[in-house]
């Protein structure tokens, strides 16, 4: 039996019941009957969890302020190959080949220890009831909230996957060279808008880039970077070495989560080419126009599109596993 709550009722029991009369409006009324996420889903199974989940996620970005970026980044990864479940989180095993090795994610993803670090102090309260999955998400929230991003309500249920796919990770992420309407492409087959796009690539306005991400782009004389912008950015990333050197994708405010980016971008000073592209007199010049002029309408609009992201293909009910530890299988 549960324990009831401060009315006398007891809390599962109550959930016991509601699951059973869903369960029978389902079947009678020939409704689906799928999963649906909560944000209060670990409210009675394991209540102090999200407050558990942010302290380590503040002990981390306090230790290394660039851990936020780390870990916005790594959900994004997650989410965008087989959805949100976790299978970035998947180190190599007898059935797994994992997404950690793909191109976008070999040596450049990083957190993948502070989400375990979570993890494992959930589990201590209560063993085998969140799902890396929503480990991962709620962090992504504390990430943003802990550099001076917005905050948002996290909708909670997802299950941990037990497969990975390398393959969809070198495929189904957006590359730092993909042009505008492959970019816009990519975000739409998840269910995400232009809008939604341009405003989770505001992320960029905190975390830093390898050398080889960009060198290209800082040694082409194009005339669609400023040519200060690419002088100041080639003393730390040579012609030809020094690939894992890094520079901030925001060189005025760096470890402050603001728009910034966007007044970058119409300065001819993102970094990555796939930034730049969200101003090249293209469909989206005017979302970054809004943006850097309008600061809480791109916090609120990343917010959403950050519940948005976070929904994508979610495994719930049955689906999936809830995984002990978050880099392999039960």
């Known amino acids: 039996m549960g324990k009831p709550d401060d009315h006398g009722h007891n809390v599962r029991w109550e959930k016991f019941i509601l699951f059973y009369i869903w369960i029978a409006v389902c079947f009678t009324y020939n409704a689906p009957c799928e999963a649906q996420l909560s944000s209060t889903f670990y409210d009675g199974s394991c209540p102090n969890a999200l407050r558990t989940i942010r302290t380590t996620i503040r002990t981390a970005i306090s230790r290394e302020r660039r851990m936020a970026a780390s870990i916005l980044r790594l959900h994004f990864h997650d989410c965008f190959v087989q959805g949100c479940d976790a299978s970035i989180l998947l180190d190599d095993g007898p059935t797994i080949v994992s997404e950690k090795n793909a191109l976008p994610n070999k040596g450049s993803v990083r957190g993948y220890e502070v989400i375990e670090a979570a993890k494992s102090e959930v589990e201590k309260l209560c063993p085998g009831v969140v799902s890396c999955a ?197």
């Open 134 to 330: 929503d480990v991962l998400t709620v962090a992504a929230r504390d990430a943003s909230e802990m550099v001076g991003g917005p905050s948002w309500s996290v909708k909670l249920g997802r299950r941990d996957s037990t497969t990975a796919s390398l393959v969809l990770a070198e495929t189904s992420l957006p590359s730092f060279k993909a042009p505008l309407d492959s970019l816009i492409k990519t975000f739409g087959d998840n269910g995400l808008r232009a809008c939604d796009m341009v405003a989770l690539s505001g992320a960029h306005t905190i975390g830093q880039a390898q050398c080889f991400l960009f060198r290209d782009r800082i040694y082409s004389n194009g005339s669609d970077i400023d040519a200060g912008f690419a002088s100041t950015r080639r003393r730390g990333c040579p012609v030809n070495n020094g690939n894992e050197n890094l520079a901030p994708l925001d060189l005025v405010t760096p470890n402050s989560f603001d728009y910034n980016y966007f007044k970058n971008l119409i300065q001819k000073k993102g970094l990555l080419e796939s930034d730049q592209v969200l101003f090249s007199g293209g469909s989206t010049d005017n979302i970054v126009r809004e943006y850097s002029n309008n600061p809480s309408k791109f916090k609120s609009d990343f917010a959403a599109a950050k519940v948005k992201m976070s929904e994508i293909r979610p495994l719930t009910g049955e689906e999936g596993v809830i995984r002990r530890m978050c880099g392999a299988l039960p």
